[in-house]
């Protein structure tokens, strides 16, 4: 896959450039050097072409509490079973 850098000052090009993405089948990326402003929002459609899927805080977790009570669940256990390789 080709890549381009593109340089740009105000926010407004940014969004432009991910609406364009869309029609124009390209990813953008930010490189690890520079991070977005804090002025940029940080849900974005997609990043290297995964799609993000924004969370939803209205979601009540502790109801997900009745589902793993009791069930002597280690963290430490779950990582070694869980993410073999």
Same mark, same amino acid.
């Given at each position: 896959m080709k890549e381009a850098i593109i340089k740009y @000052? =105000?926010? @407004? $090009?940014?969004?432009?450039?991910k609406s364009l #993405?869309?029609?124009l089948d390209f990813s953008i990326s930010f490189?690890?050097?520079e991070k977005p402003s @804090? @002025?940029?929002p940080?849900?974005?459609d997609n990043i290297n072409g995964v799609? +993000?899927?924004?969370? !939803?805080s209205s979601i =009540?977790?502790? #109801?997900?509490? $009745?589902i793993f009570t009791g069930k002597? +669940? !280690? #963290?430490g256990k779950l990582r070694t079973e869980g993410w073999q390789r």
């Amino acid at each position: 896959m080709k890549e381009a850098i593109i340089k740009y @000052k =105000d926010s @407004k $090009t940014l969004e432009l450039l991910k609406s364009l #993405a869309r029609y124009l089948d390209f990813s953008i990326s930010f490189s690890k050097k520079e991070k977005p402003s @804090k @002025k940029e929002p940080k849900n974005y459609d997609n990043i290297n072409g995964v799609p +993000l899927i924004p969370g !939803d805080s209205s979601i =009540d977790i502790k #109801a997900l509490n $009745t589902i793993f009570t009791g069930k002597n +669940l !280690d #963290a430490g256990k779950l990582r070694t079973e869980g993410w073999q390789r």
